[in-house]
């Protein structure tokens, strides 16, 4: 039995560690939007200008199997809203792979973001660019953007 191009287009896609040691499927096959943050905690987190965010529903990835929370590593920090943001990397090279917030009342969010540049076959086209108050590069003014985040996530 073939596979068509539309069955490969709904496979999942791999998302993997610097290293090769973590390695899971993305919760869809497609993420529901993707962001370049600019904000000044993902330029220190990527090392570079901005961070790529894929973000994915996070039913199928969460509660995390036991396989894969043995190789990360957990880092939490505060939100500019005052949630959680916690964030998982491969404890062998430390590579960063997601972070999900869970909101101040304790509720995890229902969405998860993986770091782009760690899902293989992504496609990067349609991108929004959000905390670009922060940015150290000129965005184009065609590009949609924002000066913090996009009004329909603001709680």
Do not use: N
Request: some cysteine.
């Amino acid at each position: 039995m073939s596979t068509t191009t539309t069955d490969q287009q709904q496979q999942p896609l791999t998302v993997r560690c610097q290293c090769g040691t973590v390695s899971f499927p993305t919760p869809t096959a497609k993420p529901t939007t993707l962001f370049h943050c600019h904000c000044t905690e993902c330029q220190k987190q990527s090392s570079s200008a901005f961070g790529t965010s894929a973000i994915f529903p996070s039913a199928g990835l969460f509660p995390l199997s036991a396989e894969l929370e043995a190789q990360l590593c957990c880092y939490s920090r505060r939100t500019d809203a005052g949630a959680t943001m916690d964030c998982y990397f491969c404890a062998r090279c430390g590579s960063r792979l997601f972070h999900r917030i869970v909101d101040a009342d304790g509720t995890p969010r229902e969405s998860v973001s993986i770091k782009g540049g760690c899902v293989e076959g992504l496609d990067w086209g349609g991108a929004v660019h959000i905390y670009v108050r922060s940015a150290v590069l000129k965005i184009p003014e065609e590009w949609e953007q924002y000066e913090t985040v996009p009004p329909y996530m603001m709680k």
